[in-house]
Nanobody, 126 residues
């Protein structure tokens, strides 16, 4: 398994931007799909976006498509989530997660991810 650590969260006004980072330790990082999930206050965790091991494929939840961009730099063992045009409803704890699955390259179910970071808080004020 890889160990994941998120950073980059904070307080931002609506319409602003933030870039989250997910730093991984472990030599197998390049074999993992990495996804971002979030958990808004009082709500269930939800899938946000995923990127495959080479960075050649990405997938987004409908509510962030066109506003968020996921990318990765395997040389730095880091995945990024660029968040633009932030809305108050984007307020949540954001988590990155890693999955090494030979059958599917991504999943919207958190149960299929075997490694998780501790989370970073994003708060968007109106």
């Amino acid at each position: 398994q890889v160990q994941l650590v998120e950073s980059g969260g904070g307080l931002v006004q609506a319409g602003g931007s933030l870039r989250l980072s997910c730093a991984a330790s472990g030599q197998t990082f390049g074999t993992y799909t990495v996804a971002w999930f979030r958990q808004p206050p009082g709500k269930e965790r939800e899938y946000v976006a995923a990127i495959n091991r080479k960075g050649s494929s990405t997938n987004y939840a409908y509510f962030v498509k066109g506003r968020f961009t996921i990318s990765r730099d395997n040389a730095k063992n880091t995945v990024y989530l660029q968040m633009n045009s932030l809305k108050p409803e984007d307020t949540a704890a954001y988590y990155c997660a890693g999955m090494n699955n030979p059958i599917r390259w991504y999943s919207i179910s958190g149960a299929e991810y075997e490694s998780w970071g501790q989370g970073t808080q994003v708060t968007v004020s109106s």
